[in-house]
């Protein structure tokens, strides 16, 4: 494409030239024309002629391709390459044209200068995996002012910094830019990297170097007593949690814990990670049970299994069947201390009749160490029943006994 807009190029000039000038009539010779230059340099060539006919100066680099008039200055023909022609390093072709014949041609070698004091770098990914797998990759372009790539082996330092740690390292340019891989160091931390060169520099770079996937860890648990009150909280924490390498994981990590119950039941709860340590809180049941606690990194990591026993909250309570008020009351409820429950712990109510058939269901809450039923609203039949009162995993039966008078 470049050859034929050249061609074309060509074409019009011989046409806009004088195409009845003999060429053999016109004697040329060469001034002064450079076979090398350094880039952003006035570039002149340099010629004197003898005869009719003013010969154009056709050039050709990377930039494309450009006709060129000269001006006289006493006896020479001098053609001045535009700005961006000698700005631009690599061959310049040129080619002296009279008529349809090319009188003179050449090639002018334009190097880059030196590099420029701010040397381009780029640098990803910025975040890499602690360890001798994951790296990053530096490249740059080392040009002249002007834009230039420098030639090929142009030799740059690479300087890395790590904590008090300090390397440099030299790389070669090849096909306009030099380039490294830089693979991450095993302890976590971050990377401070520069480039250099004939003092030239680059701007600082940096990258961080996270932990890796952690390894199995311990898992413990607190509490302020062991009984099942439903009310207190314990605290499940992990071991500090560290990579292969030993570092500490990145804070905000998510660790599940699951616990099974005695009956097979699964509960969850999750916490995240404080320099190195997670931590999630759970009720206490309100019934004797034992737990089977573990905790997990999803496809990560492990704990061993924790077992957790809850003692019954409850050591008696008192059944009171009032039967002018129709009313089961249960209470007072005393704990391990000898103390009233908690408001709020959950009191079961099961009525069976004389044929052991569980006719009713009902829950209530304790108020003041003390919880009742009024069995006086309900559709039940003259007899006797027995009736059963669970709470936090301990229970009691007591028969009562409906009258006519009591169900009407």
């Not at 004088?18 to 016109?26: E, G, M």
């Not at 573990?294 to 069947?321: C, K, M, N, Y």
């Not at 029943?385 to 006519?404: F, K, N, P, W």
Request: charged share 25%.
């Amino acid at each position: 494409m470049r050859k034929l807009a050249f061609t074309v190029l060509c074409i019009l000039a011989l046409a806009c030239s004088d195409p009845a000038v003999p060429v053999s009539t016109y004697s040329l010779q060469i001034m002064e024309v450079p076979d090398r230059a350094n880039a952003g340099e006035q570039i002149s060539l340099d010629f004197k002629g003898m005869g009719k006919g003013r010969p154009i100066l056709f050039l050709r680099n990377s930039l494309g391709q450009s006709v060129l008039e000269g001006r006289d200055e006493g006896e020479r023909l001098r053609f001045t390459l535009p700005g961006p022609y000698s700005k631009k390093s690599g061959p310049c072709h040129w080619s002296l044209v009279l008529a349809d014949s090319v009188l003179r041609s050449g090639v002018i070698e334009i190097q880059p200068l030196a590099i420029d004091e701010r040397i381009e770098t780029y640098l990803g990914p910025r975040n890499v995996i602690a360890g001798p797998v994951d790296h990053t990759m530096l490249v740059t372009v080392p040009s002249d002012k002007f834009g230039n790539p420098m030639p090929d082996g142009t030799v740059l330092e690479l300087q890395k910094q790590i904590s008090e740690q300090y390397d440099s390292k030299e790389i070669q340019s090849g096909g306009m830019l030099a380039w490294d891989r830089i693979y991450a160091e095993e302890k976590a931390s971050r990377a401070f990297l520069s480039v250099s060169a004939a003092g030239s520099t680059s701007k600082e770079l940096t990258y961080d170097i996270h932990p890796a996937l952690p390894e199995d860890f311990e898992i413990e648990y607190a509490r302020f007593h062991p009984y099942a009150d439903g009310n207190q909280v314990i605290t499940f924490s992990t071991s500090t949690l560290k990579d292969t390498y030993g570092n500490i994981v990145s804070d905000g990590t998510m660790v599940s814990f699951s616990v099974i119950d005695a009956d097979g039941k699964v509960l969850r709860t999750q916490g995240t990670t404080l320099n190195g340590v997670a931590e999630a809180r759970m009720l206490h049941p309100d019934r004797g049970d034992t737990w089977t606690v573990t905790a997990h990194l999803a496809g990560v990591a492990g704990s061993q299994e924790l077992e957790v026993e809850f003692l019954p909250v409850i050591r008696d309570f008192d059944l009171e069947w009032k039967a002018d008020s129709r009313t089961v009351v249960v209470g007072p409820v005393d704990g391990f201390l000898d103390q009233f429950q908690p408001d709020g712990l959950r009191v079961t109510l099961t009525l069976f009749n004389e044929k052991g058939v569980n006719v009713m269901n009902r829950d209530a809450e304790l108020s003041d160490g003390y919880a009742g039923f009024d069995l006086g609203n309900l559709s039940l039949s003259a007899g006797r029943y027995l009736t059963r009162v669970e709470i936090g995993g301990q229970s009691h039966e007591m028969l009562i006994e409906l009258t006519d008078e009591d169900t009407e």
